[in-house]
């Protein structure tokens, strides 16, 4: 599963491809990891002994879906970092998304909805943002995960908003250059793409609390 994971994401994002030959290890109670070139499963957890369609995670989640977000997590989470007050919304968030999208290409049509519904449920229990997703902190991830539930789902929304061929772009962009991102340059690059503007949309739900539009 992971080879093919890697091999979706080197069609629809090749600068996520570029990097350094990914190879796969485990270690007993070392947590999961992904490195440089590396991703390391923790024996302790099982991955090598259960199913990939076993259970895993909260929310019916599959140990495929745990897999495709370590693969999205290699693919940004090294490569491309946030930088600012919203780097965890542009790191955390956007592998979240990915994860969704990477079950969908793989044909775990029923896996990627599950996960869509689980978002948005999440975010409906959780109520309104305490603050924007761009000020929200990394220790959300340790706790409410609103970066897991409202994060993705904006991401969603701007792909459906800017069409996914014009999203890879702007991701392989960044991808391409390396180092470091901002809010500010994503939204300028969507604009560049798109040829309309992205101000209120940053406004509502990046640098505001409005939930994004839910689409189909």
Not at 1 to 25: D, H, I, N, Q
Not at 54 to 74: D, H, I, K, Q, Y
Not at 101 to 106: E, K, P, Q, S, V
């Amino acid at each position: 599963f992971l080879a093919r994971a890697a091999a979706e994401l080197g069609r629809s994002l090749p600068a996520a491809a570029a990097g350094p030959v990914w190879s796969v290890t485990s270690f007993a109670g070392t947590g999961d990891r992904v490195l440089p070139g590396l991703l390391v499963l923790d024996e302790e957890r099982g991955w090598l002994q259960q199913p990939v369609d076993s259970a895993w995670g909260p929310a019916g989640g599959t140990r495929r879906r745990g897999l495709a977000e370590l693969a999205a997590g290699r693919a940004f989470g090294l490569r491309l970092r946030g930088r600012g007050s919203a780097a965890p919304f542009l790191e955390a968030s956007l592998t979240a998304y990915l994860a969704r999208r990477i079950l969908a290409d793989l044909g775990h049509a029923d896996e990627a909805e599950a996960l869509l519904a689980a978002w948005r449920a999440h975010d409906q229990a959780a109520g309104e943002l305490p603050a924007p997703l761009s000020l929200l902190p990394r220790e959300d991830l340790f706790g409410a995960q609103r970066l897991l539930g409202r994060g993705p789902l904006v991401w969603l929304a701007i792909e459906r908003r800017a069409g996914r061929d014009r999203l890879d772009a702007v991701l392989n962009g960044f991808l391409k250059a390396g180092g470091f991102w901002t809010t500010e340059e994503l939204r300028r690059a969507l604009e560049e793409r798109t040829g309309e503007s992205w101000e209120a949309f940053f406004r509502d739900h990046v640098y505001g609390r409005r939930p994004p539009p839910a689409g189909d």
